[in-house]
């Protein structure tokens, strides 16, 4: 156990309550609060609704599971859904995106349970998902559905007691609707990412600026005059794109969709299969959802000294397994790059682990993006709770008037005012008959 790490067990000596974290280490808490209050500074939706909350207490009784990245932004979202008086759990969604310092004081200072340790092996990531599930949670809210699915496959009798849950992600939305449509979904989810205050903001302008941030803290390379090759033209790889652009890269996009391959030519890109991009590419970076998009024909083909990452949900965007087979040597060579020597002497770098190198690499969105997301979470659990006779096995949209509302909230904490419709437009909208 690290050092000064709250154990499972309950804390007796600290003066802290007997309270189950499994966190790195409590001495980082402090740094971690000064984290977590300055991204809160940048979230001003979210305190608005942490305020209404304070009051309301509309999720009183309620017990949340969260699998999500633990960062700052994500702590200031369990610090609102606890003023809304639910009892909270955390654990991570991702082995290497969990900011220590973070899970530390949330443990310390709010008195939340965490299970998340930065750098957590595979055992260690899915029982701490098995810790955060044991509290019997009445909602679940995901990035990626591990809590759906290990509810579902190992913890069946568990899901008489819940309510609903979320879903963060693209990735996970896409896993939660097949199991809709297999008819194996027991109990309503909402998808948070499909909001367009999340998924037009956060994967667009987050991915986009994140992305690149982690790439340039992991590697200090020159963006300016390479060949960024952007895998995959959904609103990750849009903001992705168009942010590499900005620092100068000549970006190439790859795609299968025929109508994002058409999107990001007239959005000015070079759109090429994988085939051509991997001769020319310098740095590449995917963001499909999809397995095994950079792989051995395209690692054949890659210049010495390419740099590769992923972006996307899960870390199997890149066929690590294949490039190790096909290298004779692979060392750390500084925190987040590793070197692959191929058997002709060829160099190839990965960054972290092939996992999401924005959370890994770097701390993930800004909390100006994540504020509008997390705001969508917690009203969406409101909605989860106060609609729960009405909602059926299925997965849903966030309600229209919640993603208006939160953009309205947004739109006012920028100090910037829109107009409205006169009568005369209103009517005019609403008829058919005024023609020419
Ligand atoms: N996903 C991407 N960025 C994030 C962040 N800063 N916090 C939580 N989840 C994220």
Not at 410 to 419: A, F, N, R, T, Y
């Amino acid at each position: 156990m690290g050092k000064n790490r709250q154990s499972k067990r309950p804390a007796k000596a600290s003066g802290l309550k007997p309270m189950k974290s499994d966190v790195k280490d409590l001495a980082l808490a402090d740094r971690g609060k000064q984290k977590i209050d300055w991204a809160e500074k940048d979230m001003p939706v979210l305190r608005s609704i942490r305020k209404t909350f304070s009051t309301k207490r509309p999720l009183s009784g309620i017990r949340i599971a969260a699998c999500l990245h633990v960062t700052a932004e994500t702590a200031n979202l369990m610090r609102t859904l606890k003023t809304g008086g639910a009892e909270v759990y955390l654990c991570a969604s991702n082995p290497l995106s969990t900011q220590d310092d973070v899970a530390a004081s949330l443990a310390k200072h709010d008195e939340i349970s965490v299970f998340a340790i930065k750098g957590e092996d595979k055992d260690t990531y899915y029982n701490h998902i098995h810790s955060t599930l044991e509290v019997k949670p009445s909602v679940t809210m995901d990035d990626g559905a591990d809590l759906v699915s290990v509810l579902h496959t190992q913890k069946i009798n568990f899901i008489k007691d819940i309510i609903g849950g979320t879903e963060e992600t693209t990735t996970g939305v896409i896993r939660l609707k097949s199991m809709a449509d297999k008819n194996v979904l027991q109990y309503p989810i909402i998808a948070v990412n499909d909001a367009y205050t999340k998924h037009f903001f956060d994967n667009r302008y987050g991915t986009g600026q994140s992305t690149l941030d982690g790439i340039i803290r992991a590697t200090n390379k020159l963006m300016a005059g390479s060949v960024f090759v952007v895998c995959g033209y959904g609103w990750c790889g849009k903001g992705l794109a168009m942010r590499a652009r900005g620092m100068g890269a000549r970006v190439v996009v790859t795609e299968i969709s025929p109508l994002a391959a058409l999107e990001a030519v007239m959005d000015g890109f070079q759109v090429l299969p994988m085939s051509e991009a991997a001769v020319i590419g310098d740095v590449f970076c995917t963001v499909t959802g999809d397995v095994s998009v950079i792989r051995k024909e395209h690692f054949e083909q890659m210049k010495d000294g390419a740099i590769v990452s992923n972006s996307g949900h899960f870390n199997v965007e890149l066929d690590l397994e294949v490039l190790a087979k096909m290298s004779k040597n692979k060392r750390q060579l500084r925190d987040f790059i590793e070197e692959f020597t191929l058997s002709n002497g060829k160099k190839i770098y990965v960054l972290a682990e092939g996992r999401l190198v924005n959370l890994s690499a770097a701390e993930g969105h800004p909390a100006s993006v994540m504020d509008m997301s997390f705001a969508n979470q917690s009203l969406s659990v409101e909605y989860l709770i106060s609609n729960r006779q009405k909602l059926e096995k299925k997965v849903y949209r966030v309600p229209e008037a919640i993603d208006q509302n939160i953009a309205k909230l947004k739109l006012e904490s920028m100090g910037v005012h829109i107009d409205t419709l006169t009568a005369a437009q209103e009517k005019y909208l609403n008829s058919w008959e005024m023609g020419t």
